[in-house]
């Protein structure tokens, strides 16, 4: 809705609203399900994103890959795409249609002193996609899906344009709602490499009871989705609510489970978390054989209330230090 291709030097700022009025009635009901407003008989997006599927796999000219009038593709909200010097501050972002704050294959980009609010499907909100010398810092997130997606794109386009995210530094966000405050895909088939993230804040909502951010960090592909994941460190969380699975890695992700071209995952580092609300699995990593998760450094966390102990299936260099789960030192 907001967008720009090959330009430099350009920003979004102020401190007015920005509201996309995306709802139950407006776009949301694409999605195909009736917790946004979809009935049967209602249009919806599965045919077209079988499209797009299809056209990647086989290799269809981009600028062949058009669906306008009559398909049902919901929007980013602000897109920078292929700029330089780029700078979103201060601004609030309501109620979009799909991912709100999404560079693509852009540099220097700043997202600051702004605040993303929106419920509804797909809400992601900032996902910079093969950028690199990126700085996410004093954000507010009150989403539906991810805060923050660390992506480089997907499968067979992913492995042809072959650009990593690298340089991301996020910094004393605020995550009230979401899937994961933190997240690394799951389209990263470009590979992602030199993440840091650090004073994040996952506060106790009394409006909703509990905190609601499912996951600190969650690096998430699938055996088909190739790519590299490298060097990500996520430091000084304050998590006093409910998560499901503060620290997550799955080759698993939305169910897959088959496919030869799994991601290389190493060097995750987690460092001085207080997590104090209830959750499932503190520490989560659910990899292959295969494709072991190299590297993996827990340092000064702690978890007080989990049902589960950790659980770690196929990795490789692992340090555990001072971590303690429901008082009992790891």
């Not at 997130?141 to 805060?147: G, L, N, P, Q, W």
């Amino acid at each position: 809705m907001i967008y720009a291709y090959g330009q430099h030097d350009i920003a979004v700022t102020g401190r007015g609203v920005l509201d996309a009025q995306a709802d139950d009635a407006h776009w949301w009901p694409w999605k195909g399900s009736g917790k946004y407003g979809w009935e049967p008989g209602m249009p919806n997006e599965y045919a077209d994103w079988a499209t797009l599927q299809r056209w990647g796999a086989e290799g269809v000219p981009v600028a062949e890959r058009v669906l306008g009038a009559g398909h049902c593709l919901r929007p980013s909200f602000v897109q920078p795409h292929s700029c330089e010097n780029v700078l979103i501050e201060g601004v609030t972002l309501r109620n979009s249609a799909f991912w709100n704050i999404h560079p693509v294959l852009s540099r220097n980009v700043t997202v600051r002193d702004v605040r993303v609010e929106c419920e509804g499907p797909n809400s992601d909100g900032c996902d910079p996609d093969s950028c690199e010398d990126v700085t996410i810092e004093r954000v507010v997130f009150a989403v539906h899906d991810d805060c923050i997606a660390v992506k480089s794109g997907r499968d067979e386009d992913g492995w042809r344009v072959g650009v990593p995210s690298r340089r991301i530094r996020i910094r004393d966000c605020v995550h009230l709602s979401g899937g994961a405050a933190v997240a690394i895909g799951s389209e990263m088939s470009g590979g992602v490499h030199d993440v840091v993230a650090r004073r994040l804040r996952l506060p106790f909502d009394p409006d909703l009871g509990e905190a609601s951010v499912a996951s600190v960090l969650n690096v998430k592909s699938t055996p088909t989705r190739g790519g590299y994941v490298r060097d990500v460190r996520v430091t000084d969380v304050d998590a006093p609510g409910w998560t499901y699975v503060p620290f997550e890695v799955t080759f698993q992700y939305a169910g897959g489970t088959g496919g030869d071209r799994p991601a290389e995952v190493s060097r995750l580092s987690a460092e001085r978390w207080s997590v104090r609300g209830r959750c499932e699995y503190p520490v989560r990593v659910r990899a292959l054989a295969a494709a072991p998760v190299d590297g993996v450094r827990l340092d000064r966390l702690t978890f007080d209330d989990t049902a589960q102990d950790m659980l770690l299936q196929s990795v490789t260099d692992l340090s555990v230090r001072r971590v303690t789960v429901n008082g009992r030192p790891q």
